[in-house]
């Protein structure tokens, strides 16, 4: 495994994250995965396993080459020098993070949202969510954009940012990659139940701890914001377990209460509809303004967390 990563490699990655967000005319090593992964599903798929089995073997694979090629990066860098080290590390971390890009996507459903419609808001929408938009009221759209940065708050920077911490790049891209394969193939439909069945648990797994340590977190920058941080963490004890996801429902319930609004509900995936329980259920209906509150929400989440996790890599670099 590899070490902790130096604290200041944490705050530079970040910085980059909130500067430049996701140049979409660079190279990017998330998309790299995704290519990597859909080129394994195809191969697989033509073979004789079964689905299950093939989709365990994408799984492990991805899992398992993702570490080793982050870590042969990172031993290079090292070897070259350790100012070196420290920019390769940074970069590598900074395409890990998606905080700026959520906010993007945020506010632009936003301003379309005000400026278009509803229908030019679900074309931004669909951009950053896995359910189908087509028949979204404009109450869904809110909801969904809502639930989409309180969710992606883990999956973009929460969890990324602590398995930096603990293990460096090599980790936060794995981790990475178990967020992109569970992204692409880990559906509850027909066609991935089960090919996406290790993608989707390792996905789980993975998230696990992030998303409840997130609650406080989310709590505190609520607190600090709104003054709604005690009721972000009853929400959190009594709804979370509301969401079909064991871990989605966390930072969302926590948004909810902070917010005031009602989240989750049935949605349609790829033609099939999943029915999901409401969360915030004594709380009303979102409105415009919230989408801003929530990306305000999420920005400070972070940087509180930033905070955390520098503190936690300083001591383990203490300790080993």
Same mark, same amino acid.
């Given at each position: 495994?590899?070490?902790? /990563?130096?604290?200041?490699?944490?705050?530079?990655?970040?910085?980059?994250?909130?500067?430049?967000?996701?140049?979409?005319?660079? %190279?990017?090593?998330?998309?790299?995965?995704?290519?990597?992964?859909?080129?394994?599903? @195809?191969?697989?798929?033509?073979?004789?396993?079964?689905?299950?089995?093939?989709?365990? /073997?994408?799984?492990?694979?991805? /899992?398992?080459?993702?570490?080793?090629?982050?870590?042969?990066?990172?031993?290079?860098?090292?070897?070259?020098?350790?100012?070196?080290?420290?920019?390769?590390?940074?970069?590598?971390?900074? $395409?890990?993070?998606?905080? *700026?890009?959520?906010?993007?996507?945020? !506010?632009?459903?936003?301003?379309?949202?005000?400026?278009?419609?509803?229908?030019?808001?679900?074309?931004?929408? !669909?951009?950053?969510?896995?359910?189908? /938009?087509?028949?979204?009221?404009?109450?869904?759209?809110?909801?969904?954009?809502?639930?989409?940065?309180?969710?992606?708050?883990?999956?973009?920077?929460?969890?990324?940012?602590? $398995?930096?911490?603990?293990?460096?790049?090599?980790?936060?891209?794995? $981790?990475?990659?178990?967020?992109?394969?569970?992204?692409?193939?880990?559906?509850?439909?027909?066609?991935?139940?089960?090919?996406?069945?290790?993608?989707?648990?390792?996905?789980?797994?993975?998230?696990?701890?992030?998303? *409840?340590?997130?609650?406080?977190?989310?709590?505190?920058?609520?607190?600090?914001? $709104?003054?709604?941080?005690? %009721?972000?963490?009853?929400?959190?004890?009594?709804?979370?377990?509301?969401?079909?996801?064991?871990?989605?429902?966390?930072?969302?319930?926590?948004?909810?209460?902070?917010?005031?609004? @009602?989240?989750?509900?049935?949605?349609? &995936?790829?033609?099939?509809?999943?029915?999901?329980? &409401?969360?915030?259920?004594?709380?009303?209906?979102?409105?415009?303004?919230?989408?801003?509150?929530? #990306?305000?929400?999420?920005?400070?989440?972070?940087? #509180?967390?930033?905070?955390?996790?520098?503190?936690?890599?300083?001591?383990?670099?203490?300790?080993?």
């Amino acid at each position: 495994m590899a070490g902790p /990563v130096s604290v200041w490699v944490l705050p530079a990655a970040v910085v980059l994250d909130l500067l430049l967000g996701d140049p979409r005319n660079l %190279p990017h090593p998330v998309r790299l995965m995704g290519k990597a992964v859909s080129a394994t599903e @195809k191969k697989l798929r033509r073979g004789r396993l079964t689905e299950r089995v093939s989709g365990t /073997v994408l799984a492990g694979t991805m /899992v398992l080459a993702t570490l080793l090629i982050g870590r042969i990066i990172m031993a290079s860098a090292s070897w070259i020098g350790s100012g070196f080290q420290f920019v390769v590390e940074t970069i590598l971390i900074y $395409y890990c993070l998606a905080a *700026r890009d959520l906010d993007t996507a945020g !506010r632009k459903v936003l301003r379309a949202l005000v400026s278009g419609g509803s229908q030019a808001a679900k074309q931004n929408l !669909r951009w950053i969510v896995g359910r189908q /938009v087509d028949n979204l009221s404009v109450q869904g759209i809110l909801r969904a954009t809502i639930e989409t940065v309180a969710e992606n708050l883990v999956d973009g920077f929460v969890a990324p940012l602590l $398995y930096a911490a603990v293990g460096g790049a090599p980790l936060a891209l794995t $981790y990475k990659m178990i967020n992109t394969m569970d992204s692409m193939v880990g559906y509850k439909t027909a066609a991935y139940a089960r090919f996406g069945w290790a993608a989707a648990r390792l996905d789980d797994l993975a998230n696990w701890l992030p998303a *409840r340590l997130s609650a406080p977190v989310i709590a505190f920058a609520g607190h600090l914001l $709104y003054r709604r941080g005690w %009721p972000a963490m009853v929400t959190v004890f009594r709804e979370s377990g509301h969401h079909s996801s064991p871990n989605a429902g966390i930072p969302e319930a926590a948004f909810a209460a902070v917010l005031g609004v @009602k989240l989750g509900g049935p949605n349609y &995936y790829h033609g099939e509809k999943v029915e999901k329980p &409401y969360i915030g259920t004594c709380f009303g209906v979102a409105e415009t303004g919230d989408i801003t509150r929530a #990306c305000d929400l999420m920005f400070l989440s972070a940087i #509180c967390w930033l905070l955390v996790c520098m503190a936690l890599a300083a001591s383990l670099a203490q300790w080993m």
